[in-house]
């Protein structure tokens, strides 16, 4: 069973950082699509960051130059650097992880981009708070 447990959340002022870790448990396959996904209050999830077993990245636009996705398949960890946070990135960060297989119609496809939904494994979320 895939367990992903999220932490390094907390409050910070406008312009401050955070990391925040997902350590992964159980997931036997070398390939993969994880990521960090974000829910404001009020508002739907949203995709931040992936990256996949390749080691290629994406970023949403609104993060795109201040957050910096990264893995340590060897500690099973995914990190997610955040710097000069704004309110607007305020939210519960949660982190996935799938073996990136996609449905598209009736085809299945690799796809591991922050747009994507439908992971298969969640972590229970951590929360950022970032005040003005």
């Known amino acids: 069973q895939v367990q992903l447990v999220e932490s390094g959340g907390g409050s910070v002022e406008a312009g401050g950082s955070l990391t925040l870790s997902c350590a992964e448990s159980g997931y036997s396959s070398h390939s993969y699509c994880m990521g960090w996904f974000r829910q404001a209050p009020g508002k739907e999830r949203e995709g931040v960051a992936t990256?996949?077993?390749?080691?290629?990245?994406n970023y949403a636009d609104s993060v795109r130059g201040r957050f910096t996705i990264s893995v340590d398949n060897n500690k099973h960890t995914l990190s997610l650097q955040m710097n000069s946070l704004a309110p607007e990135d305020t939210g519960m960060y949660y982190c996935a992880l799938d073996a990136g297989w996609y449905p598209f119609g009736d085809l299945v496809k690799w796809y591991c981009a922050a747009d994507r939904s439908g992971f298969a494994n969640w972590g229970q979320g951590t929360q950022v708070t970032v005040s003005s």
């Open positions: 990256i996949d077993s390749d080691g290629k990245i």
